[in-house]
């Protein structure tokens, strides 16, 4: 008897930290802030049976049901196993034009972004004066000797006026601020030079997610514009969108990711004010399409199962696909990686492969409503890849609206 229960207090001590292990682990995962639409409450769509309910000492929820109001809920397991109290926010529901149009991005950037250093030959010897100043790839300039530097011309113009005194350099460095003397030398060709190579613009296609008509509002990519070389966001000092034609699809294989071609046409559609890691986000941008607005949805509302995308492949303007839903991630820890997502479309699947580059940004629908929209390809499997909430991005472009007050 005595050895029965030893087992069976093994076993039960063994489940309660299992338990206790779960619930901590996804208190670490899921968000400490939710939105809900006004009228709804938060449920969390999750293969973990998580439920929610006013805390201790609250009113019971739906008399916060109005937007506005904020309120406190405990989350749970079964058998009353607690994991976080969170805040939910009540929002009205945003009613957004979904994309799938394609558009040209032109972006110069805030200061210059470095990309390369090379040695500089004088005299029989090789040095790199901005390497021996600490400079480093990846550092974005601001300013040379108080100069604002904007161009790869003004770098240059600096550097080679200098006559080989020491330049000092204002930079940044994963967002800290820093200074350095550079000194530069004389080539062996006569010129002064710092021996780095910078960028100070970029250029390419992406696909619109939504545009807000009540605000004039545009939302796109789903993810950053990155430097090619560093892999860092892009500062943002000025930019467009502008119109752009679909001229061929490279079909997208195993291993080898496929891409939209197209040419810009030249016509300004809107202006770009923020380029972030959830994406690209400005004023105009208003698709030429006969879609009608749909409800932009919350986190809490994605479900597994089928889904749509709207895509341009063609002179025939965006067209609706099918894919499915996956997963949909409840942790908070990847902002643009939220849901990974398959094509079942043998139409898409016949033109692209599946998910090609150029398409970031295809809005997903679920529902009736904007859920989200295509941020990246698996590159060993092009028939799957991720997506980003809708929320996610809709917090951003807030942000567009707020500067213009």
């Not at 049976?49 to 008399?63: D, F, K, L, N, Y």
């Not at 530097?149 to 080989?164: F, K, L, M």
């Not at 949909?328 to 692209?352: C, F, H, Q, W, Y």
């Amino acid at each position: 008897m005595r050895k029965h229960y030893k087992r069976f207090a093994c076993v039960l001590s063994a489940a309660i930290v299992a338990v206790q292990t779960l619930a901590l682990y996804t208190q670490s995962i899921l968000p400490d802030h939710y939105y809900v639409a006004a009228g709804e409450t938060l449920t969390i769509n999750s293969t973990l049976p998580i439920t929610s309910q006013a805390s201790r000492g609250s009113m019971p929820v739906e008399v916060y049901s109005a937007a506005g109001n904020s309120y406190n809920v405990d989350l749970r397991l079964p058998y009353g196993v607690e994991i976080k109290q969170v805040q939910v926010q009540v929002v009205d529901r945003e009613m957004v034009v979904p994309g799938g149009t394609p558009f040209g991005i032109k972006m110069f950037t805030e200061g210059v972004i470095v990309v390369g250093m090379s040695d500089i030959a004088s005299g029989g010897t090789s040095s790199n004066p901005a390497k021996t100043a600490g400079v480093r790839v990846g550092d974005i300039i601001t300013a040379m000797d108080g100069n604002t530097v904007q161009t790869n011309e003004d770098v240059g113009r600096i550097v080679t006026a200098s006559g080989g005194n020491p330049v000092r350099i204002d930079l940044e460095r994963n967002g800290e601020p820093m200074t350095c003397q550079m000194q530069p030398v004389k080539s062996d060709d006569g010129v002064y030079r710092a021996g780095i190579w910078v960028r100070d613009s970029s250029a390419g296609i992406g696909t619109l997610t939504y545009y807000n008509p009540s605000t004039d509002v545009f939302a796109g990519l789903g993810h950053a514009i990155c430097d090619i070389d560093t892999g860092d966001i892009m500062p943002l000092h000025s930019g467009e969108i502008v119109d752009v034609t679909i001229t061929g699809v490279h079909r997208g294989t195993s291993g080898s990711p496929g891409e939209l071609r197209g040419s810009f046409t030249g016509d300004t559609t809107g202006e770009l004010l923020i380029n972030s890691q959830v994406g690209i986000f400005g004023t105009g941008g208003q698709p030429d399409t006969a879609l009608e607005p749909v409800p932009l949805a919350l986190r809490y509302e994605v479900v597994e199962g089928p889904a749509t995308i709207f895509c341009t492949l063609d002179d025939k303007g965006p067209q609706e696909y099918s894919i499915s839903i996956e997963k949909v991630s409840i942790a908070e820890n990847n902002p643009t990686k939220n849901m990974v997502i398959r094509v079942t479309d043998p139409r898409l699947l016949g033109k692209t492969g599946g998910i090609v580059q150029g398409m970031s940004g295809s809005p997903i629908l679920q529902g009736g409503k904007l859920v989200g929209a295509v941020t990246h390809v698996f590159v060993n499997d092009p028939t799957r890849g991720y997506g980003i909430f809708a929320e996610n991005m809709e917090k951003m472009s807030s942000s567009v609206e707020q500067r213009r007050k």
